[in-house]
């Protein structure tokens, strides 16, 4: 009786698809139907690939859920039919390669007879149909793949499958704004990025095609869309100009819109005549389309790989700062910052020579003698060797920078000699020789000769390198209980030192530095030098704190890993770098910080500050939540008073990280505080080292 049903529903289900293809003609509820294709369509996908797993369970487990299986099929056989009925009401719509869609609705329509086959199959009680059920399982999935293909190629190109499989093409390099394309280079990216995944060889919605000149020429099924010369008159660009509200305009609300930048480019390619050849140095010079191109240039690519953290802890250890240009990204830009530079920590540096883009041993000890390992340094584009004693000796070492964009020889022995010989092997776009050997009418020559910039001591120009040096902290103190007096340094003598207190940037109105800042409250400090004839230094920050309470009495329940040990460090008021490893932080490896703190007399605290670092790739994390108990007994019970919970989400940043976590507890009077930091205890599924225990790491808490 059960089989006859099945059967019955199976021809009833035939002959209602027979007459909808064959009678049904479109409408606006036709097609409104069709539009539930794409949502459709995945509900049969996702249960007849559940059914299989299933299915292979329970062959493995020895208890194969029967009845299951054949629901789960039949889900999947009803969504299916429905499936190929709306996919045949979207086909009305048109704008598609006839071709393709053709194979896609017949593999549809096969799929479906595949899935009809494996549901009776999964219904029969016959021992050698056991047999066939993974095969045409298999052979199912196969159809429904091929299916998806062609759906893929009907609505987004004939790529899109296997775009991302195929070796990317290397783009030529195009390093000047004359040698573009108009449309090859800069109109066609617009159209490709923005217009081509619905008007292409495929899918040519409104019988319109962009991906090739002859196709953009031949126009859509209301004509030509571009007007050579008039782009106000062209279809294709009053489309991309009319208010997104209205229903002309392309591309259509939810999908990427063209800037105004863009449509600005496109206006003026159709203005210029709709070329598909010319390259701008045959069109008229414009500043508007220069400035708009210089995103469209093309520079050789190089594939740097990540410097590891050991390395840049190593480089930072004898006296470099070490700063990512763009985050996320290797290339780094690097500054000596202490007094004397020798051979030992540049022969460190080279540790990290593929990713330095920047260099700057600037005002520093560097000689010829040291200067051998820049021949290593094959990436820089920046570097600033100037106020050094480096003759011409040491130019021959730069040669391998092909890449130099800057070179600062401000104040150096470099000759005529030197610098003429450099450029024949290297040709850096700017070159700042002020204060050297290298005479005026050897400036004037070589400028000539070459494509550079060279700046000497009669270029008012010069004065873009002449900015002071940021002056230097004499103490890396900015926690205080009641003041605290701030010291600074500057390598150039007579400068003018402004600060603010405020957080707002200094400048020569700002309150003067003379021997030094006294402070008695929180501050904001910022720092900047002037001098007469210079550019102002950059600006330098730093954050000072005010803490009530400076702990002396405390006790851990859980005491710091081996390896970076020093309860005392929690209250000792020195704050730890962005190296873990500089002895000023404390580590425990999967255990939680639990902290009973005696303020020796009951006090009024507002605030409970944690100063925690996080280095995922070392297994270091921010903690998971923090929480405060009080007490003014010691005999009594903690009572919980505050606590922040610190929410994550998703794979956590690169690099190193520190952040004061607090707690807001205002007016509470206690003597004893319980500080709980909850550790991760184990670290995250996506973690390389997932399951093993995370590392916390904390420097101060602190009492406000």
């Not at 479109?26 to 007849?48: D, K, N, Q, T, W």
């Not at 053709?102 to 047999?131: A, P, Y």
């Not at 763009?326 to 530079?341: A, C, D, G, H, M």
């Not at 020796?600 to 903690?623: G, H, M, Q, R, Y």
Request: charged letters at 25%; aromatic letters at 10%; one cysteine or more.
């Amino acid at each position: 009786m059960k089989v006859l049903k099945t059967k019955h529903i199976l021809t009833i289900t035939v002959v209602f698809v027979t007459v909808l293809i064959v009678f049904v003609q479109p409408s606006r509820m036709v097609l409104f139907l069709g539009r539930f294709h794409p949502v459709i369509l995945h509900l049969p996908i996702g249960a007849i690939i559940l059914t299989l797993f299933i299915d292979i369970v329970g062959r493995i487990k020895n208890n194969y859920p029967s009845l299951v299986i054949q629901y789960a099929l039949g889900f999947s056989l009803v969504f299916s039919v429905l499936a190929c009925i709306l996919g045949y009401f979207l086909s009305f719509e048109g704008g598609y390669d006839l071709n393709t869609l053709d194979k896609h609705l017949w593999l549809g329509v096969i799929s479906t007879l595949l899935i009809t086959g494996l549901f009776l199959l999964s219904k029969s009680k016959r021992k050698h149909t056991s047999k066939l059920f993974i095969p045409f399982f298999v052979l199912t999935l196969i159809g429904i793949t091929i299916t998806g293909h062609y759906g893929s190629i009907l609505t987004h190109g004939s790529d899109f499958l296997t775009q991302y499989a195929k070796t990317p093409v290397k783009l030529k390099p195009i390093k000047q704004i004359d040698s573009l394309k108009l449309f090859d280079d800069v109109v066609f990216k617009i159209l490709d990025s923005k217009c081509i995944q619905c008007h292409n060889t495929t899918k040519r919605k409104g019988e319109l095609a962009l991906n090739t000149p002859e196709n953009i020429l031949k126009g859509g099924e209301h004509g030509k869309v571009i007007v050579k010369g008039n782009a106000s008159e062209s279809q294709l660009f009053k489309s991309i100009t009319l208010p997104l509200s209205d229903d002309k305009h392309m591309p259509p609300e939810g999908k990427p819109q063209l800037t105004k930048e863009e449509q600005w480019l496109i206006s003026y390619w159709i203005n210029h005549n709709a070329n598909f050849e010319n390259k701008v140095v045959n069109l008229t010079e414009n500043d508007t389309l220069n400035k708009l191109l210089e995103k469209y240039l093309v520079f050789e690519t190089h594939n740097i790989k990540e410097a590891s953290l050991s390395d840049i802890n190593k480089v930072k250890d004898v006296g470099f700062s070490v700063f990512k240009l763009v985050p996320n990204k290797p290339e780094l830009s690097i500054k000596f910052q202490k007094t004397e530079l020798s051979k030992d920590a540049l022969k460190v540096l080279e540790k990290i020579k593929d990713q330095i883009i920047e260099l700057d041993l600037s005002n520093t000890n560097l000689s010829d003698e040291m200067t051998i390992g820049f021949k290593k340094f094959k990436n820089l584009i920046k570097l600033h060797i100037n106020n050094t004693d480096i003759t011409d000796a040491s130019l021959k070492f730069i040669y391998n920078a092909k890449r130099l964009q800057t070179l600062n020889l401000y104040n150096t022995k470099v000759t005529n000699k030197g610098l003429n010989t450099l450029l024949e092997n290297i040709v850096p776009k700017h070159i700042y020789v002020w204060q050297t050997e290298v005479d005026d009418k050897a400036i004037a020559m070589l400028k000539s000769k070459y494509e550079t910039v060279i700046y000497g001591a009669a270029d008012a120009n010069f004065v873009e390198i002449s900015n002071l040096e940021t002056p230097t902290f004499l103490s890396d103190k900015n926690l205080f209980v009641d003041t605290i007096s701030v010291r600074l340094q500057s390598k150039i003598k007579n400068v003018k030192i402004y600060y603010t207190l405020d957080g707002t940037d200094p400048d020569s109105t700002s309150l003067i530095y003379q021997d030094k800042i006294f402070l008695d409250r929180p501050a904001q400090l910022k720092i900047r030098t002037y001098k007469k004839g210079w550019l102002p230094s950059n600006i330098l920050e730093k954050k000072f704190f005010k803490v009530k309470h400076q702990v002396s009495k405390y006790n851990l329940v859980n005491q710091p890993d081996e390896r970076y040990p020093g309860g005392n460090k929690l209250f000792d008021f020195k704050e730890g770098s962005e190296l873990f490893r500089d002895g000023k932080w404390i580590g425990f490896s999967g255990d939680d910080i639990n902290a009973t703190i005696d303020l020796e007399s009951v006090k009024t605290i507002d605030k409970i500050s944690v100063n925690c670092l996080e280095n995922v790739a070392n297994w270091i994390l921010f903690p998971k939540k923090i929480l405060v108990y009080s007490t003014t007994n010691e005999n009594s019970d903690f009572k919980k008073i505050g606590e922040l919970k610190i929410n994550r989400t998703g794979q956590y940043g690169n690099g190193t990280e520190i952040k004061k976590y607090t707690i807001n507890i205002p007016n509470t009077k206690t003597q004893y505080l319980r500080v709980v930091v909850e550790n991760f205890k184990t670290l995250p599924s996506w973690h390389e080292g997932a399951g093993a225990d995370a590392w916390l790491f904390v420097d101060e808490i602190l009492i406000q």
